[in-house]
């Protein structure tokens, strides 16, 4: 059951009455100084240098929230002994703005320290942001610097000439190692210093860390917010990637992988490790398609030569090399059709096959796989078979 604790900020609208309006305004003028007005036809909807190098849901914005996006980057980031006040922006109702701060946020890990409580103040076309904020620009820093720390030595431990896909698989694997699954989704479980530093988030955290991870390591990676329908059969919101393999996008779900609230004494899996729209589509909708997701090449299973057709000889044959490869009696196996996994869960359990199958592995390859007690977990959305021995 795992919940997604989205960065929808409360916000509050106040259009400045003829009573107030000389207060509000002397309060914007006090921050910024009369000469401060943004003239937002000059400023740029481009996208900005600073923050996350991968910004895509900076690209499902309005022009307008673009400059906007920009300029409250901008602001964020150079803030030195205090953030600003009040932020300006263009017209824009409080949804609008909501969607900014989101894709901020979802956009650029490092950047923590927004609230969930935030105001619009309007006055004669002026709009301006103030956002509440939960840290200062110098505790920001420090959790920066110790994410920093925290991810130079986590890539300092993967191996030398790794191909794209094994950093991946690094990442992906450290993650679920050293992080749990946070319950509660409390509002501090949504952040990247949660899931690498505190050890224990909710998937905003995951994701964040993942795409942060994967920067850091040379890889192309976005954060993706929709919907899925979790291991309790419930829909609720949830957040994972989009990475770049080998010139090919695929969906990863490092969050879905972690065992903790799957099927108990299940452990680490790779279900979710790059996948094609069609494939993500199974159980994970209500997201935007922003890169074409078609190939299977760097699909786990099919890289690591996991993936089955029909089970004739050739390919039992083939199961036993990846039964007798497993170091810790658990293999996970996928199958291409729906046809054939139902027909290989009917050989391998139903029937019995799989006993014989393993102590053949046994024979031919030395192993000492169980050949009178084999559990197993179905996933049937996924094509994907547990084995363990």
């Known amino acids: 059951m795992k919940k997604f604790l989205c960065f929808a900020a409360a916000l509050v609208i106040i259009a400045v009455a003829s009573s107030h309006k000389t ?33 895509n849901h900076f690209s499902f914005l309005t022009e307008d929230q673009k400059k906007a996006y920009n300029h409250i980057l901008s602001e964020i980031m150079n803030a030195d002994t205090e953030f600003p006040e009040l932020i300006q922006i263009p017209l824009m109702t409080g949804d609008e703005l909501t969607e900014i701060i989101e894709a901020l946020n979802y956009d650029n890990p490092t950047i923590m320290c927004f609230g969930r409580s935030n105001t619009i103040v309007t006055s004669e076309g002026l709009c301006y942001f103030q956002p509440g904020y939960v840290m200062t620009p110098s505790e920001q820093r420090v959790k920066n610097n110790t994410i920093d720390t925290i991810c130079n030595e986590i890539l300092s431990a993967l191996p030398e000439n790794s191909t794209q896909f094994e950093t991946e698989l690094f990442i992906h694997d450290y993650i679920i190692n050293h992080c749990t ?16 530093a505190d050890g224990l988030s909710a998937c905003e955290g995951y994701s964040k860390a993942t795409k942060l991870l994967c920067e850091k390591a040379g890889l192309e990676c976005y954060t993706v917010s929709g919907d899925a329908v979790n291991f309790d059969g419930k829909t609720e919101g ?48 209500g997201f935007v398609q922003f890169f074409d997701c078609n190939s299977t090449k760097a699909n786990y299973f099919a ?32 199958f291409d059709t729906k046809s ?7 050989k391998l359990i139903t029937n019995g096959q799989i006993y014989k199958i393993a102590a053949s592995a046994n024979r031919i390859y030395g192993t000492a796989l169980s050949t009178k007690s084999v559990g197993y977990i179905e996933n049937q959305s996924m094509l994907v078979l547990d084995l363990y021995f």
């Not at 401060?36 to 991968?54: F, K, M, P, Q």
């Not at 054939?340 to 009917?346: D, E, G, L, Q, T």
């Open 23 to 55: 207060e509000i305004l002397e309060a914007v003028d006090e921050i910024f100084g009369s000469d401060t007005v943004i003239d937002w036809n000059e400023a740029s909807a481009e996208r900005s240098n600073l923050g996350s190098a991968y910004k």
């Open 181 to 196: 699954y946070d319950f509660e989704v409390k509002e501090t479980s949504s952040t990247v210093f949660s899931c690498l």
């Open 238 to 285: 949830h957040m994972w990637n989009i990475i770049k393999i080998d010139g090919e996008y695929y969906h990863l779900d490092v969050t879905w992988d972690d065992p903790i609230t799957q099927n108990e004494g299940q452990t680490l899996s790779h279900v979710y490790m790059n996948l094609s729209e069609d494939e993500i589509s199974a159980d994970h909708f």
């Open 303 to 334: 890289k690591t030569d996991r993936l089955f057709g029909k089970l004739g000889t050739n390919e039992i044959n083939r199961l036993k090399k990846v039964l007798a490869t497993s170091s810790d009696g658990h293999v996970e196996i996928k």
């Open 340 to 346: 054939n996994y139902n027909s290989a869960v009917k």
